[in-house]
């Protein structure tokens, strides 16, 4: 009943920039908390940068000034615009939403389909 849709993703430069986008759309009463997950060929998914619903962002130390999140509540979107791009960003990055469907019903998470990130000369 909830439906995560990345876009954004592509093929880029070192030292290029792209922004990804991530709209959350169904049942929806309220989102706790977006975020960017990302996995790269054979290492585990790891969290790159998350947002509370009036809260501040967190990052991942390898992104620390480089990436930044957004949270739109308005759109039920969340971005993450990722400057100064190194091969070691290339992944498919995923992303993550926690969401309340009901005022009587608990969060639950979410997750896009993902989008492919590849920076490469």
């Known amino acids: 009943q909830v439906q995560l849709v990345e876009s954004g993703g592509g093929l880029v430069q070192p030292g290029e920039s792209l922004r990804l986008s991530c709209t959350a759309s169904g049942s929806i009463f309220r989102i706790n908390a977006m975020g960017w997950y990302r996995q790269a060929p054979g290492k585990d998914r790891e969290l790159v940068a998350s947002?509370?619903?009036?809260?501040?962002?967190n990052y991942a130390d390898s992104v620390k000034g480089r990436f930044t999140i957004s949270m739109d509540n308005a759109k039920n979107t969340v971005y993450v615009q990722m400057n100064s791009l190194k091969p070691e960003d290339t992944a498919i990055y995923y992303c993550n939403a926690n969401v309340q469907r009901a005022w009587y019903d608990t969060y639950n998470t979410y997750w896009g389909q993902g989008t492919q990130v590849t920076v490469s000369s």
């Open positions: 947002v509370t619903t009036g809260g501040s962002p």
